[in-house]
């Protein structure tokens, strides 16, 4: 078939993930295959203030894109499928959730406080950067004396602001250290009984028009279901 045109947002994550879907692909024997990536801005791309307890389950990370594929301007769409709303548009629909290369949290503290290699040894008073009510709420819960501020940006913000000194700890998703080369960044993998994190963490989902069968067929390769 002719080229086949991939959207996904523009962080170096996000094209991370379009690649590990590709190579996924090619593995299955679709090496004939050529693609089109093509980035968008969400509005969570763009607006980098509201918390995003505030936004969860929205369309907050998927809006540009899937209007792009409502539009014909792509064929599938790639995202975190954490990022997924709990309503997709009309005509819209995933053909493949894909196995979580790692569903944990991941806990990354400052350079000068390397000594302290969990959550637990964090020294009273810290400040730790995150995002999304589960783990402030879990946080909270594990550590009242841990001082919790909000922290936005793609990865390497985050990790810029942390270096900087802005926090003493940060915490993040895990997979997304690895899958851009920075595990050896990870302090540590937080328990599932400290912070329980999204069901589809570390997971990508692919999606396509409803129309669209043939890409559907082909994508749905993928699903780990």
């Known amino acids: 078939m002719e080229i086949i045109k991939i959207g996904a947002r523009g962080s170096k994550l996000s094209l991370k993930q379009v690649e590990e879907i590709i190579n996924k692909l090619r593995e299955l024997g679709f090496e004939y295959m050529t693609f089109e990536i093509k980035t968008y801005c969400t509005r969570g791309d763009v607006d980098k203030v509201t918390p995003l307890s505030e936004v969860e389950g929205s369309d907050f990370f998927t809006d540009t894109i899937e209007k792009a594929l409502l539009n014909n301007e792509i064929d ?27 569903p944990y949290d991941a806990l990354v503290v400052r350079e000068d406080l390397k000594n302290c290699n969990s959550l637990e040894k964090l020294p009273k008073g810290a400040v730790i950067g995150v995002s999304g009510t589960r783990r402030r709420q879990a946080l909270r819960k594990y550590r009242s004396d841990l001082r919790i501020a909000d922290i936005r940006g793609n990865i390497d913000e985050r990790l810029e602001r942390l270096d900087r000194g802005e926090y003493d700890a940060i915490i993040v998703a895990a997979c997304a250290l690895i899958r851009l080369g920075l595990e050896d960044r990870i302090t540590q993998e937080i328990p599932f009984e400290i912070i329980p994190t999204h069901p589809l963490q570390g997971c990508l989902a692919v999606e396509t028009r409803e129309d669209n069968f043939e890409i559907g067929q082909i994508f749905s390769v993928l699903d780990s279901k």
């Open 76 to 102: 599938v769409a790639i995202h975190s499928a954490k990022d997924l709303p709990r309503v997709l548009p009309s005509g819209l629909k995933i053909v493949a959730v894909t196995k979580s290369i790692n």
